[in-house]
């Protein structure tokens, strides 16, 4: 199966990208805990292994097209001293996911790729979700800060 290798490229930095989530959300859980905040340490967890399933599908897609995966220069994790710093800092992970995947979406249409479009696209709703439900976080903690 041939595919843009541009369109490849995408494909490797949204794993790249998956990769890094995983570790941020994996070493915040693991703050969190450290913290005595196990209802934190499990939510953080939690989207650890959502983003760890992003990346699954990912190379799934790029052993299909006889790609090896490989997560490259992984961001390194963000953490802090508060839980609105660790909001904070997954507010900016989950939005430059967002940029990448509308990028990726947009050129995997441009070359008519629509499995790899598809693919794209319903890792972009999950990471617009995440957006979402991380302003619900902050909104939700500054009423009652």
Do not use: C, F
């Amino acid at each position: 199966m041939s595919v843009d290798p541009r369109t490849i490229g995408w494909l490797s930095r949204a794993l790249t990208h998956e990769m890094s989530a995983v570790q941020q959300y994996l070493a915040q859980s693991v703050l969190a805990h450290l913290w005595g905040d196990e209802t934190l340490a499990t939510y953080l967890r939690a989207e650890a292994v959502e983003e760890l399933g992003h990346a699954e599908r990912l190379m799934e897609r790029l052993i299909r097209v006889g790609v090896a995966p490989a997560a490259t220069n992984l961001a390194p994790a963000r953490l802090g001293r508060s839980v609105d710093d660790l909001l904070a800092a997954n507010r900016i992970l989950e939005a430059d996911a967002v940029k990448v995947y509308r990028e990726a979406v947009a050129h995997a249409r441009r070359m008519r790729d629509a499995e790899s479009a598809k693919l794209l696209e319903e890792i972009l709703e999950d990471e617009l979700a995440h957006v979402q439900e991380i302003d619900r976080m902050m909104a939700e903690r500054n009423r009652h800060g």
